[in-house]
């Protein structure tokens, strides 16, 4: 695979974050820069050549980092050792390592831009072990991703150098941990130091934050597709009424994710659905207004994508080079992936707690068409799904916790330099967290999905017939935690499925 396209925005937001995480996949290879990004790179470098015969101040380069930028400096290679070290304060667990390779991947494409000063034959050096499999150890917490995510990018930088820890993939793809040094010698490579041009370049991006929050929409959107498909099922299960999601209310409306919600729930809906008489005209509206509720989730999830898509095809750097000019400012500032990140997470909270409220729809006699409670076969003697929903119930508040915008967390720091701060990977890190729940809570929802097919006599096909054999009839009380697993696992890869296959039907 190739990088990123040059010019941004010739596929949707969603479809091209899509490319981007699949074209930072293990298997995948970066391709040399092609002439006109060598030439780019190479005027950049020869701008800030021309700015320093000038004697001309430089940020980094002749002047010092932060504050610190009152002072004077001179070593270009002691610059660029001191930022990767005096950075190296991360902690906390690591990174995966499909993230680690999705943020170096991120900066080699922000430095081919042509505006970092990053030399073509440096830039080779990192494309050449990435495609080996170098794979860094990153620390997930200590950014505050103000003048980058300057943290875990520093730990990235400094595992080049022979410091830190690298991912190591075996012959059966399984991840161990290794000293950096080690992986480099494994792979026929010395360490290296940074000159400070090029360890600005990489250190002040949002690669990290955007890395995350890249995953975390393709997650979210998995969530989206995966809800309607249980609100599809559920309530063709329970036979309600379809005029629900007839497509006349998004014309109405003109809403697109509702538009496109309501398509996704149809699918699931047999041909010639009729309502049960038994079951209200109008249904409560975790169930009747599934296509509005996930479908504005989509809408925000569709915008978040776009301005993530806009980020990844950008240059993040300070200073950068423009019409032979060196410019200083503010474009490592990840206020943008920062408050993406947070719509991202209060988003899928929605979903997610669409999702538990359909569970108790189905799991209570008085909505489910006077099914046993719980969905038990055995009231009294046994309690159906009754900690499933628990569980859910406890996931659903766990989200609510996590997912609080980090972006109302900015603490001022860096003396007078960093008086505004995004937060960002504090953000995303947390939406990851959430994210892991709220797939949990589909899971949940499919097993009550499952037995309640059990209950209604349906014999089910496809997908649904996995999930039955993942969730058999509840005949007697069993721990569940496993099908709910399972479950979540299976939704998640079919709804992979269906957005691969309607991404490639769009193109």
Not at 296 to 320: F, H, K, S, W
Not at 388 to 397: C, G, L, P
Not at 443 to 461: E, H, K, T, W, Y
């Amino acid at each position: 695979m190739t990088l990123i396209a040059e010019t941004p925005g010739t596929t949707t937001g969603a479809a091209h974050l899509a490319d981007i995480a699949a074209s930072a996949a293990w298997d995948s290879r970066i391709e040399p820069c092609d002439d006109a990004a060598v030439a780019r790179m190479e005027a950049s470098a020869a701008t800030i050549a021309k700015h320093l015969a000038s004697e001309r101040p430089i940020y980094g380069l002749t002047q010092g980092f932060g504050p610190l930028v009152l002072y004077s400096a001179e070593s270009e290679m002691e610059q660029g050792s001191s930022l990767i070290s005096h950075l190296g304060t991360g902690q906390g667990r690591p990174l995966s390592p499909e993230v680690s390779r999705l943020i170096l991947f991120l900066r080699l494409n922000s430095m081919r831009r042509g505006y970092s000063a990053v030399t073509p034959e440096f830039w080779q050096v990192l494309a050449d072990l990435w495609n080996a499999g170098y794979t860094p150890v990153i620390p997930r917490d200590g950014t505050v991703s103000a003048s980058g995510d300057l943290q875990p990018l520093a730990h990235a930088a400094l595992t080049f150098t022979g410091t830190g820890e690298a991912w190591v993939r075996g012959d059966g793809g399984g991840w161990t941990i290794r000293p950096a040094r080690e992986a480099l010698a494994a792979l026929g490579a010395e360490p290296f130091e940074w000159p400070v041009r090029e360890a600005l370049a990489f250190v002040n991006g949002t690669g990290a934050s955007l890395a995350v929050s890249i995953l975390n929409h393709q997650s979210a959107l998995r969530l989206v597709r995966a809800a309607a498909m249980l609100a599809g099922r559920l309530a063709a299960l329970l036979r309600a009424n379809p005029e629900h999601y007839d497509d006349g209310h998004a014309v109405a409306r003109g809403q697109l994710g509702q538009h496109t919600v309501a398509r996704w729930i149809r699918q699931e809906l047999p041909d010639g659905l009729v309502r049960d008489e038994r079951r209200p005209l109008q249904e409560p509206y975790s169930l009747r207004c599934a296509p509005q509720v996930l479908g504005a989730v989509l809408d925000q999830l569709t915008m978040a994508g776009d301005v993530l898509d806009r980020e990844a095809n950008g240059c993040q750097d300070n200073p950068i080079t423009y019409d032979d000019q060196v410019l200083h400012g503010g474009n490592f500032h990840a206020m943008p992936v920062g408050l993406a990140s947070d719509q991202i997470g209060l988003s899928m909270h929605m979903a997610a707690y669409l999702a538990e409220r359909q569970l108790g729809l189905l799991l209570n006699p008085a909505t489910n068409g006077d099914l046993p409670m719980m969905l038990t076969p055995r009231a009294g003697r046994g309690c159906g799904l009754a900690g499933v929903h628990i569980s859910a119930t406890s996931f659903v508040s766990k989200i609510r916790q996590t997912v609080t915008p980090a972006s109302l967390t900015t603490l001022p720091t860096n003396g007078w330099n960093q008086d505004h701060v995004p937060m960002a990977l504090n953000g995303a890190n947390a939406v990851a967290d959430g994210l892991d729940l709220g797939w949990l809570t589909i899971g949940s929802l499919a097993l009550g999905v499952a037995q309640l097919a059990v209950m209604v006599g349906d014999r089910p096909s496809g997908v649904w017939a996995e999930l039955a054999e993942i969730s058999p009839p509840l005949d007697a009380d069993r721990p569940m935690a496993a099908e709910v697993r399972a479950a979540r696992d299976l939704l998640d890869r079919q709804a992979a499925a269906e957005l691969a296959e309607e991404r490639g039907d769009r193109r």
